[in-house]
């Protein structure tokens, strides 16, 4: 048992949010990441957006930009987001996770109307 303790690197929570009637949802809702596995996570916006980036809330409570990507495949290392605005998604892959990977990830969506933006955190 402490032996599996050992290998969860953390959970990742997702949740809907609505920001002047733009939906924004990731999922899996929740996931436990174990060292050395592979993950995806998803993000589905109800309107057209300009761009979309993703965040990591690491254990310090840190926010770091992971990628702004409007559109296409960007890759950094072990991770790679993909965004295809005319289907209004994107993801988020982590291959290889790693003890580093620990923390809340998410995705806030830059929509077409310039004051209109929405992000999706842990509460």
């Not at 559109?71 to 003890?99: F, N, W, Y």
């Amino acid at each position: 048992m402490k032996r599996l303790a050992g290998t969860v690197l953390g959970l990742l929570f997702a949740q809907v949010c609505c920001v002047r009637g733009a939906d924004v949802e990731q999922s899996p809702p929740v996931l436990s990441l174990q060292e050395g596995a592979s993950y995806t996570l998803q993000c589905n916006f109800s309107t057209s957006s300009r761009s979309v980036n993703w965040y990591l809330q690491n254990s310090g409570g840190r926010i770091i930009q992971l990628f702004y990507i409007p559109s296409g495949t960007k890759q950094d290392g072990r991770l790679t987001a993909t965004t295809v605005p005319k289907e209004r998604r994107s993801s988020l892959h982590i291959s290889s996770s790693q003890t580093t990977d620990s923390g809340t990830y998410f995705c806030a969506v830059q929509h077409s109307a310039p004051q209109a933006s929405a992000a999706c955190t842990q509460t």
